[in-house]
């Protein structure tokens, strides 16, 4: 008990943050000190990678949508070994000993999301908790459901306090599985407006794995989608979607654009090549990304990108095309958080704060109607000695 009263006292933690996203391309993991709470918040990231998601696994999460409640309830406790062993084999790699963390903050592989309502994050915590004797935070969208939140997105948090001495207002553009947008006005009494732009990497992964039969899981440097042609008939199509003219607050996933998304838009538009419809469903991230820009933030002048998506030439250039009036760049290292850890460090923060029993939701983002702290927290029966 001593040792756990230790961890929640702490002003300084090491936290390891994993991040599975909808894209299913890799598993994030950062290892972060963190200090203070609130925009105070300190952050030193010391070791970051990214493990490419396992073929077994990817299928097996591609196909929970269709899958029984046993196969579920199995899915639940597998990954928690999974993760479990990942964050052991991050330790290895980086000669970090799981001793000196104090908490792990783990957002889970979301199966499915309803807006507003409910949401299943998969990979038991107790299981994690269990293999690296170390207190787990996760499930982090929950308690914010319970309030009246649509559970999502929840990076927001970070996103404050990465640019809290900002002079101007200012879009972070995540382009991962999903494409999720937050935006801080210039005065930081106003409020953050922050909501999923539509589906991103997640479509194009798809596809690609049906073009190069299972070979290749995504669209590296645009090899594929840059051989195609944008057919417009295709997107005027695609653009029309229920989803872009959803009032916010709002957020999507996978069981709205995944496998079941693609194929069904592979069915309608049979005569229309694969690649065609990969390269026309760039242009339908650009074009989503483009749309809620100008509904929801004209004058805008600096678009920050990250994510998996800032690495894919061809959506830059669009965006960059489509959004003239505004600077359009990849998210620098800001404090150490780059690219491609940003979310993975995110939930570390979101794991620290419920140690510190912080809110951490964020209400004009997520629709709430209190603020709340996040996350649930597994405690192992015997702690790491500190």
């Given at each position: 008990m001593d040792s756990l009263l230790q961890v929640f006292k702490k002003k300084e933690r090491c936290v390891i943050g994993v991040m599975s996203g909808t894209s299913l391309d890799g598993i994030d993991l950062v290892a972060v000190r963190l200090s203070g709470s609130g925009l105070n918040t300190q952050i030193d990231p010391l070791h970051f990678t990214t493990y490419d998601m396992p073929a077994n696994w990817r299928k097996r999460i591609q196909n929970a949508f269709k899958a029984d409640t046993e196969e579920?309830?199995?899915?639940?406790?597998?990954?928690?070994q999974f993760f479990g062993q990942l964050i052991c084999q991050f330790c290895d790699d980086f000669r970090l000993s799981l001793e000196q963390v104090d908490v792990i903050g783990c957002h889970g592989q979301t199966l499915f999301h309803v807006d507003h309502q409910s949401t299943l994050q998969s990979g038991e915590a107790d299981v994690i908790a269990s293999m690296t004797k170390t207190v787990v935070v996760a499930d982090f969208r929950t308690a914010d459901i319970a309030v009246g939140g649509s559970g999502a997105p929840l990076v927001p948090y970070l996103d404050q306090i990465l640019f809290k001495d900002r002079k101007e207002a200012v879009a972070l553009q995540n382009i991962g599985g999903i494409g999720n947008v937050t935006y801080l006005p210039e005065d930081l009494n106003k409020d953050i407006i922050a909501f999923d732009t539509g589906p991103a990497n997640a479509i194009l992964n798809e596809l690609v794995e049906i073009i190069s039969e299972g070979k290749y899981h995504f669209d590296r440097d645009a090899y594929w989608s840059n051989q195609g042609k944008v057919n417009k008939n295709l997107l005027e199509d695609l653009i029309k979607h229920d989803y872009f003219t959803l009032p916010l607050p709002k957020s999507t996933g996978r069981e709205e654009f995944g496998k079941e998304y693609v194929m069904s838009i592979l069915n309608k538009y049979a005569r229309v090549s694969k690649i065609d419809i990969l390269r026309t469903?760039?242009?339908?991230?650009?074009q989503s990304i483009t749309m809620a820009y100008r509904d929801y933030?004209?004058?805008?002048?600096?678009?920050?990108?990250?994510?998996?998506g800032a690495h894919h030439p061809t959506i830059l250039a669009e965006l960059q095309h489509s959004l003239q009036e505004m600077k359009v760049e990849k998210l620098d290292e800001i404090n150490g958080v780059s690219v491609d850890s940003k979310e993975a460090i995110a939930f570390a923060v979101l794991a620290h704060e419920r140690l510190n029993n912080t809110p951490a939701n964020i209400p004009s983002v997520t629709g709430a109607h209190s603020k709340t702290t996040l996350g649930k927290i597994s405690i192992p029966y015997k702690l790491n000695n500190r």
């Open positions: 579920i309830c199995r899915i639940n406790f597998d990954l928690g469903f760039v242009s339908l991230v650009t933030f004209p004058g805008l002048k600096t678009v920050y990108i990250s994510g998996g």
